[in-house]
């Protein structure tokens, strides 16, 4: 049986009302071939840029490292194609065209935050947003956790995708979130609003 896939904007447009051209951004070179969905479910691939600008269904990950009651957050390098400056959840990825969720997650954490672990699926989302400079998120998300000792992994942040990390608590992102919306992006502000207490 499919996995159940929990709808976080189910009344969001499903893509930009125009297309710019040209493109805000140019397509990736060497292309990144991400999966995209089809209407059936099934998966073909699509160069990551184009995903983003046409608003296009397709795949992605997104990772939970915990220690305790925290949660690890990060901030995106100022130089990512979108939401650059703002706070998300520990990774956040796409696989790339033919590679397991699992093994794209992993990959990730070690490309972005220095470091492995072992990490449990959890839940499978999907949501559509505007994240700016002309670029859309319409993405079934693979959610994963992983809970850690933080004085045992050492991280060593790669500065052309993170900025800076935290730890805090699911109160502390809460009021924080409440009192400068514009610092986290979309898809975290989704996110917590669905799980406050960060409870999955």
Not at 93 to 99: A, D, W
């Amino acid at each position: 049986m499919a996995p159940k896939i929990l709808h976080l904007t189910p009344d969001a447009a499903n893509g930009p009302t125009q297309i710019a051209d040209p493109w805000p951004l140019p397509a990736t070179v060497p292309p990144v071939m991400i999966p995209g969905i089809n209407p059936d479910g099934s998966f073909y691939p699509i160069e990551k840029i184009e995903a983003h600008v046409k608003g296009l269904h397709h795949l992605a990950i997104s990772v939970f490292i915990f220690a305790g009651n925290e949660l690890l957050t990060q901030r995106r390098a100022l130089t990512k194609y979108h939401c650059g400056g703002q706070w998300a959840n520990s990774c956040c990825t796409h696989p790339n065209y033919g590679e397991k969720v699992k093994t794209a997650a992993t990959r990730r954490l070690t490309e972005e935050l220095g470091f492995s672990t072992s990490i449990n699926e959890k839940l499978l989302l999907e949501y559509s947003a505007d994240v700016g400079n002309g670029l859309w998120e319409r993405e079934r998300v693979h959610m994963s956790r992983a809970d850690v000792d933080k004085d045992k992994i050492k991280l060593d942040l790669n500065p052309e995708e993170v900025m800076e990390t935290r730890w805090m608590t699911a109160a502390e992102l809460n009021r924080d979130v409440l009192a400068k919306p514009d610092h986290y992006t979309p898809w975290f502000r989704l996110y917590l609003k669905q799980y406050p207490r960060l409870d999955f």
